[in-house]
Nanobody, 121 residues
Framework: QVQLVESGGGLVQPGGSLRLSCAAS????????MGWYRQAPGKERELVAT???????NYADSVKSRFTISRNNAKNTVYLQSNSLKPEDTAVYYC???????????????WGQGTQVTVSS
């Protein structure tokens, strides 16, 4: 099985920064795309940022120029550096990875348990 474990959430004042980390572990052959999604109370889960194994990135318009996604393929880890945080960034942030367990295995979606980010004064 595959586990995604997030860390780095918390309470931060508007304009502040946080760095989220997500480490994938288990019987992993390869990880394709990794990414971060978020869900605010009463809203649907939305994409924040994704990054391919070749380091191609994609961002939601609402976080462009403020957030940076990166990954360390050797450590099966993805990061999200979040700067200039706004109250509307408050949400549970979920890590996502597309993982193959063997060379012939179809890639599958895995999710972390989520980490709370609260932006408030």
């Amino acid at each position: 099985q595959v586990q995604l474990v997030e860390s780095g959430g918390g309470l931060v004042q508007p304009g502040g920064s946080l760095r989220l980390s997500c480490a994938a572990s288990g019987s992993i052959f390869s990880i394709n795309a990794m990414g971060w999604y978020r869900q605010a109370p009463g809203k649907e889960r939305e994409l924040v940022a994704t990054i391919t194994s070749g380091f191609k990135t994609n961002y939601a318009d609402s976080v462009k120029s403020r957030f940076t996604i990166s990954r360390n393929n050797a450590k099966n880890t993805v990061y999200l550096q979040s700067n200039s945080l706004k109250p509307e960034d408050t949400a549970v942030y979920y890590c996502h990875a597309v993982v193959s367990l063997t060379r012939s295995d179809d890639a599958r979606d895995y999710w972390g348990q989520g980490t709370q980010v609260t932006v408030s004064s």
